[in-house]
């Protein structure tokens, strides 16, 4: 298993600010994600953070607005840069220990612009 | 990229009923296929999860049946009870990828 600390839990925010999440692991893994969830919505992948290398962006997510930052194996963070109201959501970071097992996620960071 | 569908987009049971919720998915590389439930304000949590060298996985009132042939899984709840009662996601994950792609969730009430 794996226990994920994510900061800060919850944010308010003004339009056009940027506001970085964190995401630190108890152990090293080789896999970390982020997902956004929209209110009342599903989990939408953003971006795979690569430990090392450049993050691996999904269909619609751009690195310039979702910049990621992998430094090493239990720690990476989020950046949701110019937010919008648009961006209101909550932002989740989850890690695999293994090939096709389980996702662990982080208790999430909830975000509101305004 | 991976589309999953979901379905329904909302249950409402009886206690003691059972409560069944189906998936599509779209990729045939996808081999790995878990059941996620959130409570409100809470963080996703694995229920149940089945990989595709089987067709059927049971934990106690929870059990899940895949057919790859057909790219669906199912999640079967018997007996719900009232703490059943939360929001459940199936997921695929492609080979060798991790990555999981959701589907849209179902809001699951269990009334007393």
């Known amino acids: 298993s794996a226990v994920i600390s994510q900061k800060p839990s919850r944010d308010i925010c003004q339009r056009g600010t940027s506001l970085t999440i964190q995401c630190q692991v108890d152990?090293?893994?080789?896999?970390m994600f982020w997902y956004r969830q929209q209110p009342g919505q599903s989990l939408t992948l953003i971006a795979t953070?690569?430990?090392?290398?450049?993050?691996?962006?999904e269909s619609g997510f751009v690195i310039d607005k979702f910049p990621i930052s992998r430094p090493n194996l239990t720690f990476s963070t989020l950046t949701v840069s110019n937010m919008s109201p648009e961006d209101s959501s909550i932002y989740l970071c989850s890690v695999n220990t293994g090939r096709n097992t389980e996702a662990f996620f982080g208790q999430g960071t909830r975000l509101t612009v305004v | 990229g991976e589309n999953v569908e979901q379905h329904p987009s909302t249950l409402s049971v009886q206690e003691g009923d059972s409560a069944v919720i189906k998936c599509t998915y779209s990729?045939?590389?996808?081999?790995?296929f878990p059941w996620y439930k959130q409570e409100l304000g809470k963080r996703p949590q694995l229920i149940i999860d089945?990989?595709?060298?089987?067709g059927e996985k049971k934990d106690q009132r929870i059990a899940v049946t895949l057919n790859k042939t057909a790219k669906h899984f199912s999640l079967h709840i018997t007996e719900t009870q009232p703490e059943d009662s939360a929001v459940y996601f199936c997921?695929?994950?492609?080979?060798?990828?991790?990555?999981?792609?959701f589907g849209s969730g179902t809001k699951l009430n269990v009334k007393p």
């Open positions: 953070a690569n430990q090392g290398s450049e993050a691996t962006y």
């Open positions: 997921a695929a994950s492609m080979r060798n990828f991790n990555k999981f792609y």
């Open positions: 152990s090293q893994v080789t896999m």
């Open positions: 990729d045939s590389a996808s081999n790995y």
């Open positions: 089945i990989r595709s060298n089987v």
